[in-house]
């Protein structure tokens, strides 16, 4: 079966440090791969969208970047945050027009 | 405007209560629609798939009309632990899936 490992849980990191969240798919192959970030009492809004290696669509433009190095490997990253970076970062996986699954996602707090 | 719209809520109602949520989407080329349902500070989980012929799953019950680009989601009978944030979303051409904000719902004893 397959399954999405999404870490650390939480994380709190100063204004101007750098990023890096970990996110990988076991199971299967060629999946599409997400992040998306939920701030307090809000929606998701969707960041970075792969449907493969080193293919990344970024939805809104900001201070972080995504890399996908490896088929089941999505990485989230930032050089400097930002308070306004705070917020639930979540991962999700999906097939071809299926629907997504998601990690348990990141709570990340800049202080 | 955005892609995918919902009333945020809150909805607080009684055990018992039927409650029905509404959701709209912009782009007509949307392909595929789903209902997650979000707990607090937890990561969303996929409750139910949206088809064109309307779904049930037990209590839930989904709707979906392409003409008017609108999806539902009907609870019945409302439980205590139905208590969360229900999700609406569309996934479009480009294979990306869209979230609603969200739609807050509250039971009550």
């Known amino acids: 079966s397959q399954t999405i490992h999404q870490w650390p849980a939480t994380l709190v990191q100063p204004v101007g440090s750098p990023l890096s969240l970990e996110c990988t798919v076991e199971?299967?192959?060629?999946?599409?791969l997400y992040w998306y970030r939920q701030a307090a009492g809000r929606g998701l809004q969707l960041l970075f969208y792969?449907?493969?290696?080193?293919?990344i669509s970024s939805e809104v433009p900001q201070n972080l970047s995504a890399s996908r190095p490896q088929d089941r490997q999505f990485i989230l990253s930032s050089k400097k945050l930002l308070l306004s970076d705070s917020g639930f970062y979540l991962c999700?996986?999906?097939?071809?027009?299926?629907?997504?699954?998601f990690g348990q996602g990141t709570r990340l707090t800049v202080v | 405007r955005k892609e995918v719209e919902q009333d945020p809520g809150p909805f607080n109602v009684p055990e018992g209560a039927t409650v029905a949520f509404n959701c709209t989407y912009s782009n007509s080329a949307s392909q595929s629609f789903f209902w997650y349902r979000q707990d607090c500070r937890k990561e969303p989980k996929l409750l139910m798939s949206v088809y064109s012929s309307g779904n049930e799953d037990g209590r839930f019950t989904a709707q979906l009309n392409r003409a008017s680009q609108y999806i539902s989601l009907l609870i019945r009978d409302s439980k205590l632990s139905d208590s969360a944030t229900y999700l609406c979303v569309a996934r479009n051409q480009g294979g990306k899936l869209i979230f609603g904000q969200g739609t807050e719902l509250s039971v009550k004893p």
């Open positions: 792969s449907v493969g290696i080193g293919q």
């Open positions: 199971g299967t192959s060629n999946p599409n």
């Open positions: 999700a996986w999906s097939g071809t027009g299926e629907e997504a699954f």
